[in-house]
């Protein structure tokens, strides 16, 4: 990793790796790549990891044209060799959706700076986004997390 003074720690929400497949040039491609060019640290659980592997290689999305399977394989390895894989353990259930739980699990046992993603029940969840406040965490959009580490960056080369 670059030397950095100041690197985040973050889990993004598997709609945010499944729209940056579907669209190369969008916000959340963005994300992938600043967590690619090593701009943040990805933490993500096993359990995460199989419901990305689930849902991009459902055959209605990769019909969609916009990736192929090799692309969902290279993704997932680069996840294997590249994020921090925590123990993710059910200890809090504070969402309303059940199967989110494994999100905000990862994010507290990982202990990163930002939980990312476009599901409302992340987003608009006012109770939720306090709670994990409580831990250090900030929830946030895709685009709002890409400006936040381009912020940094950006703060960060200023300082050089």
């Known amino acids: 990793m670059r030397n950095r003074s100041r690197i985040y720690r973050a889990t993004l ?3 945010v790796f499944l729209r940056s497949l579907l669209s190369l040039s969008g916000i959340n491609a963005r994300a992938v790549d600043l967590w690619k060019d090593e701009s ?3 933490v993500l659980s096993d ?3 199989d419901e990305i592997t689930d849902v991009l290689f ?3 999305l990769m019909n969609l044209g916009a990736y192929t399977s090799s692309d969902v394989q290279t993704l997932i390895e680069l996840i294997y060799e590249d994020a921090i894989i925590v123990e993710s353990r059910n200890d809090f259930q504070l969402c309303r959706d059940p199967n989110d739980d494994k999100f905000i699990n990862c994010a507290i046992v990982g202990r990163v700076h930002y939980l990312t993603s476009g599901d409302k029940d992340f987003l608009e969840d006012e ?3 306090k709670a994990l406040y409580e831990y250090g965490i900030t929830v946030l959009s895709a685009s709002d997390f890409v ?3 381009e912020k940094s960056i950006i703060l960060e ?3 050089k």
């Open 13 to 15: 929400d598997t709609n």
């Open 58 to 60: 459902r055959p209605n």
């Open 157 to 159: 080369n200023d300082e």
């Open 127 to 129: 109770a939720l986004k």
């Open 147 to 149: 400006a936040q580490i």
């Open 40 to 42: 943040f640290i990805l």
């Open 47 to 49: 359990e995460i990891i």
